[in-house]
């Protein structure tokens, strides 16, 4: 059974900068790609970038790149989000999800073409 999980949520001031984990477990394959999203309140669930578990292939939403990267972890089944330049805006609800279904390209950063989520945790960005 898959299972995901991400860390590192927390509060963070105005231009600082947060790293999240996403750990993956439990796929038959030995390859999957690992998406990261947020939903602010009230608002819908917004992709922001994936990657394979593989290779550093990535695809990133274009209103995001630059201030958040996404990288792949010394383990096959860690991924993880470095968020700089962090805004008021940007205090969501972050996500990883995991797929072995998924290709690196466009439809990576929508939130229907996974179905194993994690909890998720919680950025605010706060003076």
């Known amino acids: 059974q898959v299972h995901v999980e991400e860390s590192g949520g927390g509060l963070v001031q105005p231009g600082g900068s947060l790293r999240l984990s996403c750990v993956a477990s439990?796929?038959?394959?030995?390859?999957?790609?690992i998406g990261w999203f947020r939903q602010a309140p009230e608002q819908g669930r917004e992709g922001i970038a994936c990657?394979?578990?593989?290779?550093?292939?990535?695809y990133y939403v274009d209103s995001l790149k630059g201030r958040f990267t996404v990288s792949r972890g010394d383990t096959k089944n860690t991924a993880y989000l470095e968020m700089n330049s962090l805004k008021l805006e940007d205090t969501a609800v972050y996500y990883c999800?995991?797929?072995?279904?998924?290709?690196?390209?466009?439809?990576?950063?929508?939130?229907?073409?996974?179905?194993?989520w994690g909890q998720g945790t919680l950025v605010t960005v706060s003076s």
């Open positions: 999800a995991a797929s072995d279904l998924v290709e690196v390209k466009p439809m990576c950063i929508m939130p229907t073409w996974f179905h194993d």
């Open positions: 439990g796929f038959t394959s030995d390859s999957f790609v």
């Open positions: 990657i394979s578990n593989t290779d550093d292939s990535s």
